[in-house]
C-alpha cells in the first residue's frame, strides 16, 4: 500500500517562511492533502492538490507537488505563533482507495 | 468547524469493557470514516461506510466493529478494551467515497 513520509519536527522564527515536506509511493494517488491538528483538537483541512496540477496557492499557503520524485511540500509564509501544530501530509486513491497519513511534522514557531 | 460531531469527547473506561462512539457525518456527507490515532501508531484508517454499506476495511482489530445507519450516523464500538487500545479515535465524512473528508474533533479513549 501507499507509504507517507514526513520530517518529525520543524523550527521557524515568526515572519519567516515554513516549509514542511512530504514524499509517498503511491504514484497512481489521485489527491493529496494538507491538515493540521493543533493540541487537543481533530485535523483540520488546510488544502489539497489533485495529482494532474504542479502547485497551488492558497493565500499564505502554497503547495507544490513534483509527481516524478513523488514529492509533496507545503510553504506557510510568514509565520505566526497560531501556525503551530502539527502538520499532516495525506494521500488518497491508488490501489489503497483510501487516506494514509504521513506520521505528522511538528511545527513550532519561535518569537 | 467542519460540521462533523462525535460524542462523547472523553471516555475513561476499564479493560475487558465495551464502549461505543458516535459519530453524525456533515449534512449531506452519505460516506463516513473511522481512524485510530495513537502515539505508537500514528494515524490509521480502521473502517468507512457509504450510504449505510461497509466499503472499505483498513487495520481494525476484530474486537471492533462499526455501523452506518439509515440517517448515516455512525457508530463504532469496541470491546474487550485492552491498554493499547487508549487513543484518540477520529470519524471523518466525505460527499462521496472520492471526495475530501472533513474530521470530527475525535473522542479521547482511555482504558485503565
Known amino acids: 500500500g501507499e507509504d507517507v513520509e514526513q520530517s518529525l519536527f520543524l523550527s521557524v522564527r515568526e515572519g519567516d517562511s515554513s516549509v514542511i515536506n512530504c514524499t509517498y509511493t503511491d504514484s497512481s494517488s489521485t489527491y493529496l492533502y494538507w491538515y493540521k491538528q493543533e493540541p487537543g483538537a481533530g485535523l483540520q483541512l488546510l488544502t489539497y492538490?489533485?495529482?494532474?496540477?504542479d502547485m497551488k496557492q492558497d493565500q499564505r499557503l502554497t503547495v507544490l507537488l513534483n509527481k516524478k520524485d513523488k514529492h509533496l511540500s507545503l510553504r506557510i509564509a510568514d509565520t505566526q505563533t497560531g501556525d503551530s501544530a502539527i502538520y499532516f501530509c495525506a494521500g488518497f486513491g491508488g490501489s489503497a482507495r483510501q487516506l494514509t497519513f504521513g506520521s505528522g511534522t511538528q511545527l513550532t514557531v519561535l518569537p | 468547524d467542519s460540521g462533523v460531531t462525535q460524542t462523547p469527547k472523553h471516555l475513561i473506561t476499564a479493560t475487558g469493557q465495551r464502549v461505543t462512539l458516535r459519530c453524525s457525518p456533515r449534512s449531506g456527507d452519505l460516506s463516513v470514516y473511522w481512524y485510530q490515532q495513537s502515539l505508537d501508531q500514528g494515524l490509521q484508517f480502521l473502517i468507512q461506510y457509504y450510504n449505510g454499506e461497509e466499503r472499505a476495511k483498513g487495520n481494525i482489530l476484530e474486537r471492533f466493529s462499526a455501523q452506518q445507519f439509515p440517517d448515516l450516523h455512525s457508530e463504532l464500538n469496541l470491546s474487550s478494551l485492552e491498554l493499547g487500545d487508549s487513543a484518540l479515535y477520529f470519524c471523518?465524512?466525505?460527499?462521496?467515497?472520492?471526495?475530501?473528508?472533513?474530521f470530527g474533533p475525535g473522542t479521547r479513549l482511555l482504558v485503565l
Open positions: 471523518a465524512s466525505s460527499r462521496t467515497p472520492q471526495e475530501t473528508q472533513y
Open positions: 492538490i489533485f495529482s494532474n496540477m
